[in-house]
């Protein structure tokens, strides 16, 4: 029966009777998912915190990457590993801090700040993505979003997921909810 749902409402379908009965959560939910995966890959390429990451260092200037880790609350590996992929596009160097050898500091490039250029025009596109909508229903989807989030944000504490930067929401008893 649950299968047969999801199948349904992932086809589109939705019940007859009050306008919102066939939006079940899961519906609701997986258009959700498949708005944030279009924005996240097509709009931005991926790669959205290592956008962050060039763009904090555009405007601040070069900070260690301890400073950086604690800024974006990422686990240290997972700076390592932004980093490193930054480095190899040459879009920041990483050096060790001549005061202290055991601090590495992080500065972006030319071709870093050049990157930075590039996602403000995708961040221009971005707001031509919701010209379909009027500026009411813009308007009105940024509150409700806002409140999800708000809600959502409240309900879970952030718990880091195993071997990832990211913090996926836990549960009141403490258990990661993926």
């Known amino acids: 029966m649950e299968e047969e749902l999801e199948r349904l409402t992932e086809a589109g ?3 007859k009777g009050h306008p919102h ?3 079940t959560q899961e519906s609701l939910g997986a258009k959700l998912d498949r708005c944030a995966h279009f ?3 097509r709009q931005h390429g991926g790669g959205r915190g290592q956008g962050k990451i060039l763009k904090i260092l555009s405007v601040s200037g070069p900070m260690t990457q301890k400073e950086l880790q604690d ?3 990422i ?3 997972s700076m390592s590993e932004i980093a490193a992929k930054l480095e190899g596009k040459g879009l920041i160097t990483r050096t060790k801090d001549d005061s202290d050898k055991r601090r590495i500091l992080l500065t972006i490039t030319d071709e870093g700040r050049a990157d930075v250029a590039r996602y403000g025009e995708a961040r221009k596109r971005e707001s031509q993505m919701f010209s379909v909508l009027t500026e009411e229903e813009q308007r009105q989807l940024d509150a409700l979003l806002s409140r999800l989030l708000e809600s959502w944000e409240g309900q879970w504490k ?3 997921r195993k071997g990832h930067g990211h913090h996926a929401p836990e549960g009141q008893d403490g258990e990661t909810i993926e």
């Open 71 to 73: 800024r974006l609350d």
């Open 75 to 77: 686990q240290a590996g």
């Open 13 to 15: 379908h939705e019940h």
């Open 21 to 23: 009965e066939g939006a």
């Open 158 to 160: 952030r718990a880091p």
């Open 39 to 41: 924005l996240y890959h």
